[in-house]
């Protein structure tokens, strides 16, 4: 695979437009082929932009000493918690996460925690970027499902249940030399992650003939990499993207992290158009919140296919042997 061609650009794409239907055709193809398409939108995106957000919102914010931004700390303080989370063992990285980054809120409630007189500017910054990138973030969901055939109504209901946040994240340099990798292989339990690099590559996806592709951080663009939510909604058409984090350059990287997946308490169910004879139903429903503890338990580390061990048609096939 190319990487040009799971490429779409969405300046000027709007619905009931030849530019529709065409980018509709090339993200439908690439996130059925590999769950993930590279979006580009060079005036939504712009350099001033990606200057205020890694320029100076996200130095600054990393920069605090580590008791400030402890004070930003869950209890359960761990990897897929809000709030603010330090260096991991093993891992040069610290990440913070907002839950609902478009209502400024969420970044304020932060920003009293981190600067003792707030800090306006952060917020602003912070609040203006989420709304950028969500809006296309949800253009290219409509795009993936309206291309596997769901109706319109099937689509807006289907974005209503979803929520969504933003993790924002300092990765240092690799600790391992000889790999460069910073973050291993894994697939999102989200419904989809639009994930903005800036300056220095990191992210790679792995493709079905087993080759790692890295995927450049190009000004004005981002990539969204399916998740194992989208796998069920999708009724396995759109697989699951394997990614990780690896940096040959050994700099340390910026990115921002935004994850869409079910409201709490609403369960993911494949879409009723996306089952037929052709389609036999390939999931059972589930929960976002208890697949998300089960998935990092003891049993679901186990799994060479958690998602289809848990809750597929069928299941056990995807455990692996003892």
């Not at 939108?41 to 920069?63: C, I, N, S, T, Y």
């Not at 998935?295 to 692996?320: F, Q, T």
């Amino acid at each position: 695979m190319e990487i040009a061609n799971a490429k779409v650009d969405l300046r000027g794409v709007v619905p009931g437009t030849p530019g529709w239907e065409a980018a509709r055709a090339v993200v439908t193809a690439s996130m059925v082929a590999h769950g993930f398409v590279i979006v580009a939108h060079g005036d939504a995106l712009g350099p001033d932009l990606q200057h205020a957000v890694f320029g100076r919102a996200m130095p600054e914010l990393f920069a605090l000493p580590p008791e400030t931004k402890q004070r930003a700390a869950p209890d359960d303080a761990g990897v897929l918690t809000t709030g603010y989370v330090g260096h991991v063992h093993g891992m040069a990285w610290e990440s913070l996460r907002v839950e609902d980054p478009t209502d400024a809120a969420g970044f304020r409630r932060v920003a009293d925690l981190l600067w003792p007189e707030g800090n306006a500017e952060f917020c602003e910054t912070m609040v203006s970027f989420a709304k950028t990138v969500l809006k296309l973030q949800e253009t290219v969901e409509v795009l993936t499902l309206e291309g596997l055939g769901v109706r319109a109504e099937s689509v807006r209901a289907h974005l209503g249940t979803l929520g969504y946040g933003v993790r924002l994240a300092h990765y240092g340099a690799p600790l391992n030399t000889e790999t460069c990798v910073s973050l291993p292989a894994h697939c999102d339990n989200s419904m989809d992650t639009a994930v903005v690099q800036h300056v220095v590559e990191g992210l790679e996806v792995h493709l079905g003939d087993g080759r790692w592709v890295a995927v450049p951080p190009e000004p004005g663009t981002f990539a969204i990499v399916a998740g194992d939510l989208l796998r069920v909604a999708s009724n396995g058409r759109v697989p699951a993207c394997l990614h990780r984090v690896r940096t040959p350059s050994r700099r340390e990287r910026f990115t921002a992290q935004f994850t869409r997946g079910q409201k709490v308490g609403v369960e993911v169910r494949v879409l009723d158009d996306l089952v037929d004879e052709e389609h036999p139903l390939v999931f059972n429903p589930l929960r976002h919140e208890e697949y998300s503890k089960w998935v990092y338990s003891e049993e679901g580390r186990k799994c060479e296919d958690p998602l289809k061990a848990y809750c597929g048609v069928g299941k056990g096939d995807g455990v692996a042997a003892a």
